[in-house]
């Protein structure tokens, strides 16, 4: 079993993001949760995990012991707990989010001397095994798609071992990108929203309405083979600009790429009428056009959505929108179940709905 240590402050839509690295995912408290698994087969911590590629997970740690959000209860439950290492160690506490009165000195000191009562030499520099304790306490989220996030009161204390952290190698943020224009999505939400469609090695992302490329971009960062049209021309040079800087290879790429570059590809072209073969990607992600905003080339917008949801569902088995209002009834007119449903606030005037998708 595992402990995942959540980032940002929206843990239901963080646990449905680590769900697809990770078994069991279920949420204990603020800013934590539980796995069965993690990873994708192999040993947790490889380079290949995909517990590094999560956007809103910090780390995934190998389970020791759950109790209250207390130092004592803590200390006593490491005291009986079984632990099958040799090392040196370092003790890594943390208050999430300033929900508890821990203090994390405190809480450090004395299950640093628990482990030295236990044998264990300390090593702050350079530990062979770093113990984390993360204390959280307070409301769970309250989401009907993912377990545990039920609004229950918690009170965790979850002590493990570090397995993997997050790379969180995500792109520059828009703004310092060779194109940009104002609106794109920030690159952490990018790299959830294709994670969430399927994105991985061996895998092929496509965005059918692909802008400044952000959703491309991170598909292609995390090992993804992506497609990507959009009805503007200066889109499809911006994106490929884009990823020709950040991922390498694809159309148009540098020859001198490593030959690992995931291959992309961008032309301009219809969300609505796309020339591909059906089943010919692995999953769809795209940030559908704002009412107040985009140039939606022949389509009013409601004609857009429901073609592009239409086109999505014959090429591949899953997808993820992102709008800035509810489409659940024409994804699910298009062939669509909606497994799940967030509403992301971004700033006063924009809430995006995310909608996670799989053909029925």
């Known amino acids: 079993?595992?402990?995942?240590?959540?980032?940002?402050?929206?843990?239901?839509?963080?646990?449905?993001?680590?769900?697809?690295?990770?078994?069991?995912?279920?949420?204990?408290?603020?800013?934590?949760?539980?796995?069965?698994?993690?990873?994708?087969?192999?040993?947790?911590?490889?380079?290949?995990?995909?517990?590094?590629?999560?956007?809103?997970?910090?780390?995934?740690?190998?389970?020791?012991?759950?109790?209250?959000?207390?130092?004592?209860?803590?200390?006593?439950?490491?005291?009986?707990?079984?632990?099958?290492?040799?090392?040196?160690?370092?003790?890594?506490?943390?208050?999430?989010?300033?929900?508890?009165g821990v203090?994390?000195?405190?809480?450090?000191?004395?299950?640093?001397?628990?482990?030295?009562?236990?044998?264990?030499?300390?090593?702050?520099?350079?530990?062979?095994?770093?113990?984390?304790?993360?204390?959280?306490?307070?409301?769970?989220?309250?989401?009907?798609?993912?377990?545990?996030?039920?609004?229950?009161?918690?009170?965790?204390?979850?002590?493990?071992?570090?397995?993997?952290?997050?790379?969180?190698?995500?792109?520059?943020?828009?703004?310092d990108r060779p194109f940009f224009q104002p609106g794109s999505m920030a690159p952490a939400d990018a790299?959830?929203?294709?994670?969430?469609?399927?994105?991985?090695?061996?895998?092929?992302?496509?965005?059918p309405m692909c802008g400044t490329g952000g959703l491309p971009l991170e598909a292609g960062l995390v090992g993804s083979d992506a497609v990507a049209c959009d009805a503007q021309a200066k889109m499809v040079r911006g994106t490929r600009e884009n990823l020709r800087e950040y991922v390498g290879g694809g159309d148009g790429g540098d020859a001198d790429s490593p030959d690992f570059a995931p291959d992309w590809h961008v032309a301009r072209g219809d969300a609505t009428d796309l020339p591909l073969r059906d089943d010919a990607v692995d999953g769809v992600a795209f940030d559908a056009p704002y009412g107040r905003q985009s140039k939606i080339a022949r389509h009013e917008l409601a004609d857009l959505v429901s073609g592009a949801l239409a086109e999505g569902a014959r090429v591949a088995p899953r997808a993820v929108m992102v709008a800035d209002r509810d489409w659940r009834g024409e994804a699910r007119g298009a062939g669509w179940t909606v497994d799940a449903a967030f509403e992301r606030r971004v700033h006063r005037s924009l809430t995006r709905h995310v909608l996670v998708l799989d053909r029925e």
């Open 103 to 175: 203090s994390t000195g405190a809480a450090e000191r004395e299950l640093g001397g628990v482990l030295v009562d236990r044998g264990f030499d300390v090593d702050l520099d350079d530990p062979d095994h770093v113990l984390r304790a993360l204390f959280a306490a307070g409301e769970r989220d309250d989401h009907e798609a993912v377990p545990g996030a039920d609004g229950g009161e918690a009170s965790v204390c979850a002590l493990g071992w570090v397995a993997v952290e997050a790379a969180r190698d995500f792109a520059p943020k828009p703004t």
């Open 1 to 100: 079993m595992y402990w995942l240590e959540l980032a940002g402050e929206e843990d239901a839509f963080a646990a449905r993001e680590a769900a697809v690295a990770a078994t069991g995912v279920e949420l204990l408290a603020p800013g934590v949760a539980g796995a069965g698994s993690v990873g994708g087969g192999g040993d947790a911590g490889d380079a290949s995990d995909p517990v590094r590629r999560l956007a809103y997970t910090r780390a995934a740690h190998e389970a020791i012991a759950r109790t209250d959000a207390e130092i004592d209860a803590a200390a006593a439950a490491l005291d009986a707990a079984p632990l099958d290492r040799s090392g040196t160690i370092a003790v890594r506490a943390r208050n999430v989010r300033n929900t508890t």
């Open 191 to 207: 790299r959830a929203y294709v994670n969430l469609a399927g994105a991985a090695p061996g895998r092929t992302l496509l965005d």
